[in-house]
């Protein structure tokens, strides 16, 4: 009833480094605003901000044996990705884990559900984005998948996808699309720097985006307080 | 179908200052227990602590165009308060809007919904509070309304208020209060000064504040462990 | 209608320093996986990392009243617990109260409700597991129950039970359990830190706890992306 | 500390009425889009409709002693609006209360906390839009206002408002734009019915609304599956 | 790790019909305002309205064998009580365990977690109160325990305990205080349909309850819409 | 930028009926526990059970205009399933939309957002899965996708896979799988029977399924009340 995908495809390394370098916000932007995963997955400290290729997990509520399973398929710079089927905030991770984790080069972890032993994970170095801190312990009973598809705080994701992961939260970006949402984001960087130098130098969004012909035409009307 | 209101008055720049001194507990206690936003409004990072006149800001779900509105009627010393007309937890803001609001002396922003870049934020120590951290991008398609009373989380709020706001919260002042808050405040604070001197040294709140025989009035009993 | 019970008994302090030492997670699973109280209540500053004798305190919403009454019975190496009898998240606590603890050599505070003044608490590192941060003021009208046993973010509470909390947030250990429990939980500690050496030398865990037969028996298969 | 305010203005009775029949959507419309109260007002049993003049009444959180002062301001035609200083799901209102109110010809309240009797309430034919349902009771220890503005659910009340609420939740509408707003909801019904009939027949929003060319401009594009 | 408790005593018969007469509200008054379980614990349909000895079962997140064994020890009159060991809002419950437990002349089901299949509970006519509706299915792992202590939705709830439900919510009722409980209810109501008549006619509670001269103590004062 | 797919391919019309008639908690059962969409979706009325094609649609937040343009791709036995690109509780949909999608033989709405005129969509007999009911308007300023792929409520839907709906909640089948699904559901439900008549008669879950020696295996013990 469970399947375990081995050898799954990831994204070129470069491209991972770079969608890293640009970070969330611009990532989600420069690939058409789409691919966040739901803001209550939070960073356990911050600053942080990883981006890596995605091995998926999906577990049953109370239960972290799949994520044994999943520790074996990945590779240096991934990152773990896990959703429980039905909605849980058990501890399913803890420092054991991250140790693992760690030694094979994994990034991060991305978790729809709880983590504990937070202050030796932060000790560590090992970011993780989570639903809850919450120490409960699991059992090992139940078998799920590790590799498939899967939906993972609103958003789905397939294994090998890109995950861009910083303070301001969690993206995803499909493999196929990752070299070119790489090459707009770097554009649309390029373009902030100037328009960031000219807000810092007071200039107005008003005129810079010249937005006040537009907003008169919507029905915007300035008065002078009475 | 929007407003926009200009010159709006403030409060003196002093009795500002003094409110930011004392901050929230305080001063929602100095008026009278009121005037708290909600406690879902949290700041980005912490310690921060502010004081200013609220330039008030209404904006449509899902959408930031009144914001670059609002920014030209700022001024330094200013707080730019915004609400969506519907709960939303969009990014509403960045840090080139930050930088635009920087640029203008603004003294930070509290917002009903979500921001973005808030790694950036810090760093560059532009005070937050909002509802979400989120990455979600915004429009620029509905106009709203700039410094009409709107709520937000739960408090009225006049174009020109004094918002007061640090790591305990967000607190509305009514510019006409203004001054008699801050002189209830200095003379609550300098009567704490000696309570906590005197709880410091073991006395009893109960002994201070000679609560014992209305504890016991109302039915209070101590009885030893059996 | 409200007691206030005196001289509650205590576990051995050198059983509480044990347990304190453990954590959260490591004294949860040694007891065997019970006694969390719920995720919502968090730290206000991190880390944080305290175990005492529970003196329980029952309050009315938005009143602190008998916190007052709670003082007096705190001894040194005490954790104050503190829970509304319906919900709430009014600011029961601020610097004052924590003042006045601190004197009393009283280790941290429980609440499943608000706390304000957290940057002076932060300041002064006492420790506060709280449902919110909020500033709004209480009364003293309604007497409550101190050292009766309460439920507290859904765990049942006896007045001298072992609290012990950290960044993982809080469990408790029934006061004659509190030595077993600390052996066990030195030996899960011992335990784990062979397992922690293998992981991090890339074993897995796999094969540390032999998995795959019993994986296989579940059904689990293994494949290779087509 | 607490003002009760007698002898508010209402609105004109037959304007009430007039909104009661075209309900809380086209009212909201008619008015702009504004003055929702938050949708966790829920209507204890459906169908309900009703509209009335607020007489409003905030209170401390789990205490309903103001309620009875309010009772004695509410006129036959009025709708009492109810609002907790803090967030308070406790029962504050009963099936006592309810037969009070209906004796003095209330038409319902609306309450940002919890009620209690519900069964009661139900068979008693009194509508009430409330945030929980929950049997707690309360205490009579802090007065509170009757009659000063207030804000419920997010929403800025005025005494003498105009309250219209039914299945799809709460509106007000300020006393002064009563009419004109009771006018535009008139003609807004009156253009829909011929909407409808249109839809009915099986014509398409696209067409009536004349909506292709703009979603074009928008960037809307048609294809077939592949 | 998991136990079974046989043979628990029960409260007397006459007793808990009473308890049922007398409803949530009245008997968490009669017994000093205590013993609510938490609001989110709604009934599936209304009206309902039970009274019956609580059989008790802690379940593992995701996990239904328990409620098996759980059916074993029940007999007519009783309440089966579920709380999971940590939050879960899975479908442990649904129309062929409800036929199991209706066989055995259960009254009701009281689960902090989810149930599914309620519209054939509906049609049968077997009461439940739960967290959630929701058909996520569950696995029969990890046992649990039936007839220990537990506490569910925030009450601590001892095998045997009278539980009291209706549209308002649950209570529960020790089981050495029915008795008492049950006649202090009774005198409470029968002090209400006194007060219902008088209200009913007009009079105020301000009048019935003399409340004017405290109000004014406190600080209330009346004044006149200027 | 937004897109709409014509011409969608839908399952067999008796397999559709065939889950419609098993309903939610048996087709979900039958695939292996999948498919479930989060149980914050509710009915807008109950009893409510209908089964068809996924006609899809994903909305800016506030912005209801795709709601039209989706409209146009429904056909008889169709199920039209909204999201929006991010959290919005707002009234995307009413009586005039349902006059519309009823025209055209559309069996229901599942939207992921809020509705409002839900006493006439009542009467109308259109049944609305949703996350809110809300009377908040919504503008037509924003393009999105008809017939892509969404998440609605954390459950991929594809268009043209089967959506099964009713008191319990919502499901989603693939088109591919619908048939073989339906025969699985027909063989959980005819096995049912025989399990309904046995527990009926009194018969225990405890002996049909033969579960005692296991449970003691894993260490369940049973004992008499001390």
Redesign the interface.
């Known amino acids: 009833?469970?399947?375990?995908?081995?050898?799954?495809?990831r994204a070129d390394a470069s491209v991972i480094d770079a969608l890293q370098g640009f970070?969330?916000?611009t990532v989600?932007?420069a690939q058409?605003?789409?691919g966040?995963l739901?803001?209550h997955l939070?960073p356990i400290f911050?600053?942080a901000?990883i981006a890596g290729s995605a091995v998926t997990c999906e577990v049953?509520?109370?239960?972290n044996?799949m994520l044994?399973?999943a520790?074996?398929q990945c590779r240096p710079g991934d990152v773990l990705v896990v959703a429980p089927?039905?909605?849980?905030?058990?501890?399913y991770f803890?420092?054991?884990?991250a140790?693992?984790l760690?030694?094979?080069g994994v990034r991060g972890l991305i978790i729809d559900a709880?983590v504990?032993?937070?202050?030796e994970l932060?000790e560590m170095g090992f970011p993780v984005w989570s639903k809850?801190?919450?120490?409960?312990?699991t059992?090992?009973?139940?078998?799920g998948n590790v590799?498939l598809?899967l939906?993972c705080a609103?958003?789905?994701i397939h294994?090998g996808d890109v995950i861009v992961a910083?303070?301001?939260?969690v993206?995803v970006v499909r493999r196929g699309d990752a070299a070119a949402v790489a090459e707009k984001a770097r554009k649309r960087e390029a373009n902030?720097t100037d328009?960031?130098a000219r807000?810092?130098?007071?200039e107005?969004?008003?005129d810079i985006?010249d937005?006040r012909a537009r907003?008169a035409e919507?029905?915007?009307?300035?008065?002078?307080?009475a």
């Not at 910083?166 to 939260?169: E, H, I, K, L, R």
Request: aromatic share 4%; with cysteine; proline share 6%.
């Open positions: 009833m469970g399947l375990c995908v081995r050898n799954i495809p970070g969330v916000a989600h932007e058409g605003r789409i966040l739901a803001s939070r911050r600053p901000k049953a509520p109370g239960d044996w044994h399973v520790v074996e089927t039905s909605p849980c905030e058990d501890g803890g420092d054991l884990l140790t693992s760690q030694a094979h709880g504990r032993d937070v202050a932060t809850a801190i919450f120490a409960q312990g059992v090992k009973e139940t078998v590799n598809p939906v609103g958003a789905l294994p910083d303070d301001d939260g993206c902030e328009k960031r807000l810092a130098a007071g107005l969004g008003l985006y937005m907003l919507k029905g915007l009307r300035w008065v002078d307080e």
